[in-house]
């Protein structure tokens, strides 16, 4: 019997982003950036209006329903702007960023935002991909916007995305 739920495939909720969850995302945040956001940090983008996010949790897991993902973005005079998305690791290429920046691009255009921008890691080929996909085109780069802990610089593709 166990067997049988070890071997499922994970399906998810996508649920919006609530103060309660800022423990979590802070601690996935950590797992996947090199310059992580505080549980503060994201208390204090969450109180403000404009901002808002989803979460997505497993519901077919055995134990409890552990937090797999999340987008946060904000919205303000009709532009939209994804801030930050983590997906746990093991469950790249599951579809679930997809997922949620699908749910935060609806969000935006239901918020009346005209457009939405992102910015990426010009080594981060799965974001890439994945933003290119949703019809995200490249308009600026910021050179050596980025620092790893080893003290390399990157730079960041700015991408936007009309929503009308």
């Excluded at 909720?13 to 996935?28: G, K, M, N, R, S």
């Excluded at 593709?157 to 929503?163: E, G």
């Amino acid at each position: 019997m166990i067997d049988q739920y070890l071997t499922l495939k994970p399906q998810f909720e996508i649920v919006p982003l609530v103060q309660d969850d800022t423990h979590a995302i802070a601690e996935l945040h950590k797992l996947r950036f090199s310059r992580p956001w505080s549980e503060d940090e994201f208390d204090n983008l969450l109180v403000q209006s404009n901002c808002y996010g989803f979460v997505a949790r497993q519901t077919n897991a055995f134990f409890s329903k552990p937090l797999s993902g999340f987008v946060l973005a904000r919205e303000a005079g009709g532009e939209a702007e994804i801030l930050t998305i983590a997906v746990q690791e093991k469950l790249g290429r599951t579809g679930l960023g997809w997922r949620l920046m699908q749910a935060a691009v609806r969000e935006a255009a239901g918020r009346g935002a005209d457009s939405m921008f992102l910015e990426v890691d010009t080594s981060n080929a799965a974001g890439l991909g994945l933003y290119r996909k949703l019809g995200f085109q490249q308009v600026a780069e910021r050179k050596a916007y980025y620092t790893a802990p080893d003290g390399t610089q990157s730079t960041a593709l700015v991408m936007r995305r009309d929503l009308r």
